[in-house]
Every structure is written in structure tokens, then in C-alpha cells.
């Protein structure tokens, strides 16, 4: 494979740091965005660190939720019509996953596609990766399955495939790129488009904007589960960077802002009080604010603007019968 197809150095087995060194550095990272974050304002703090094994637990949680549309409607997308995408992947092809998780949708679509030659799981779950690839590996015994432990969100190599395909498919399921800035999701789409190179294509599921009510419910769930889940966010802080936030003195709120179509997802300060992390000490005022996360809603239009800018063409969309999610399918320009 050209080594233009890859935007982050010729393609090799990744060769992982051990364990304690990707720790101290991934600690030490937290750390300083952490402290970036609580000195900025609007204080802020970045919605990747939610996902702690506690908080990918509420999140599992959280997909299955009565008000959280998102995963059970994009699951539906693919089983109503994963065979008129497989057909518009194409046969012989390689599926680069990125975050696939348990790979529940990546399952539906590969049972679909024609002859897929190649599979590269990217996640950052050492432990998800190596389950859904050893349950790859059985169903899926012709596939060359290439798992790569990576955050995607930084530079990753790509292990060199020992089987040729046809073309590279990049698949991000999940509404992910929703949590990206437009600026940055722009940025990150031209990353894919390197990625997939000449040829390739991109499978990419966004939720797409819709009444407030029903987005808003989603973030705001009757069980507490998403108040849990950003909650966990503080209790994070006080286990790995030795903080004391009370949790009780926090409250979660999601909020729909309809004019730039996002959630923005916040803690509250209850009241007047002061919290130490180490050797800092930040004081928060009653009502006073965290903006935690922002999930971008898109248009149909906007979206294919959005990846337009990145070096994509809009080649198809799969909607639900609401028009709630959309699973859309782009190849390199
Ligand atoms: C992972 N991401 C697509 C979720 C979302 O809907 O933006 C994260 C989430 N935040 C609160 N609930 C779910």
C-alpha cells in the first residue's frame, strides 16, 4: 500500500509504550487539561475524559436509555439497509472501524458486505478490542483482522494488511463526530480523507437536528443516568488527580442551544465553594457553570458541507422513517 495513504507515517505494526509509561503520560495530559480547562472562561473541561471504566459503563447504560434515541435508532438504520450500503462500499474492500467499541454495528454491516478482506478495529479499550476481534476471528474466519489500540483522536499507524483489498473504507459510527467543533471535525475529516486515500470512502453516522424536546430529553434522562455519567467526570478528577469536588454540590443540566444545533452539556454549582486539586484551589459561585460537552446536531445539507470542506463527496444518506439519525456515505474527492 502507497504510503500516501497513510497521514501519520508509512504503515507498521504499532509498537505500543508499556503500560506504565502510556499511564504516566496520559495522567500527566489530564492534569494539564484539567487545569487549562477550570482556568479558562466559561470554565470548561473536556468531554474525552468521561470515558473511565465507570463512565463507559453508564454509558452502555445510557444507549440503552427510552429517551436516548441515538444508538438504538442507528442500529436500526443498518439493519433496515446495511445490504444498499454494502453495495455501495463495494466487494473486496478494507473497513477501518474507529471506535468501534463492541462492534455491535461494525457486526451488521460486515454480515453484509461482499467479501471484505481486511478489518482494523481502532480504540482506545485494550480490553473491548481484543474481545470483539477473538469474536471477529471466529464469525468472520477469511477476514484479516488487524486490531490497533489507539486514541484516534491523536497521529496512529496503520499495521500493513496481508491481504490486498480493493479500496479503504473509514467507518465512525456512533454520532461521534458530534462532540467535535465544526472547525475540528473539519480538521478531523481531512485526517479520514488521508486515511482512506485515493479511492476511499468514509461510512459516518451523525444525528441530525430535530424537535428540541426530544433531543433534550435524551441529555436529560428521567433515571439520571447522563446526570451519572458527567457527574462521573468530577469523581474521575477527585480518584486520579487527587481533587476533593463533593459531588453532592453539583448539579447536571444539558441544555439545547437551537441556534448553533448543539447540546452543551453543563455542572452546575449548587453553591459557593471552593475545590483543591494538589497545589491549586478554584473557587466556584453559586449557579456558576462547567461546560462539560457539546453534541453538534446537523443538517443533512450541513453535514455534506462540512465533509465537502474536508475533501469528501456526498455519495448517499440512510435515514430512520422520523428522520432522527443518519448514516451517510462519502468518498474521497
Ligand atoms: C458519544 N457521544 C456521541 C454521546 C452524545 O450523544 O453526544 C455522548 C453522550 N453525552 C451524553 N449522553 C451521551
Excluded at 11 to 21: E, G, N
Amino acid at each position: 500500500m502507497a504510503i500516501h495513504r497513510d497521514p501519520f507515517g508509512a504503515r507498521s505494526f504499532l509498537k505500543l509504550p508499556s503500560d506504565a509509561v502510556v499511564d504516566l503520560a496520559a495522567r500527566r495530559a489530564f492534569y494539564d487539561d484539567v487545569i487549562a480547562g477550570l482556568a479558562s472562561s466559561p470554565r470548561t473541561l473536556p468531554c474525552k475524559y468521561f470515558y473511565d471504566e465507570r463512565g463507559a459503563e453508564l454509558f452502555q447504560q445510557i444507549t440503552e436509555l427510552p429517551e436516548y434515541y441515538i444508538t438504538r435508532t442507528e442500529i436500526g438504520i443498518l439493519r433496515v439497509h446495511g445490504a444498499e450500503m454494502a453495495a455501495a462500499l463495494g466487494p473486496g474492500i478494507e473497513l477501518i472501524g474507529l471506535g468501534t467499541g463492541a462492534g455491535t454495528k461494525t457486526r451488521i454491516l460486515l454480515e453484509e458486505l461482499e467479501d471484505p478482506r481486511v478489518y482494523v478495529p481502532i480504540d482506545i479499550s485494550k480490553e473491548q478490542l481484543e474481545n470483539s476481534s477473538a469474536r471477529f476471528r471466529k464469525m468472520f474466519p477469511k477476514l484479516d483482522i488487524l486490531p490497533v489500540c489507539a486514541d484516534y483522536h491523536e497521529p496512529f499507524e496503520l499495521p500493513l494488511p496481508r491481504k490486498l483489498s480493493t479500496r479503504s473504507v473509514v467507518y465512525f459510527p456512533g454520532s461521534t463526530i458530534g462532540n467535535f467543533e465544526p472547525d475540528t471535525a473539519t480538521a478531523f475529516l481531512q485526517r479520514i480523507v488521508d486515511l482512506a486515500g485515493d479511492g476511499g470512502g468514509l461510512l459516518i453516522g451523525v444525528d441530525l437536528q430535530k424537535d428540541r424536546q426530544i433531543i433534550e430529553s435524551a441529555y436529560n434522562d428521567s433515571a439520571g443516568v447522563t446526570a451519572m455519567f458527567n457527574l462521573n467526570l468530577l469523581a474521575r478528577i477527585n480518584r486520579e488527580l487527587s481533587a476533593n469536588f463533593d459531588l453532592t454540590n453539583w448539579r447536571h443540566d444539558a441544555v439545547y442551544n437551537e441556534r448553533d444545533g448543539r447540546i452543551e452539556m453543563y455542572l452546575v454549582s449548587a453553591r459557593d465553594q471552593g475545590v483543591r486539586m494538589q497545589d491549586r484551589q478554584f473557587e466556584f459561585a453559586r449557579g456558576e457553570k462547567i461546560l462539560t460537552e457539546h453534541s453538534y446536531k446537523h443538517t443533512p445539507e450541513g453535514f455534506a458541507m462540512l465533509a465537502r470542506k474536508a475533501g469528501f463527496e456526498f455519495r448517499k444518506l440512510w435515514t430512520d422513517d422520523q428522520r432522527l439519525f443518519g448514516v451517510f456515505y462519502f468518498e474521497v474527492l
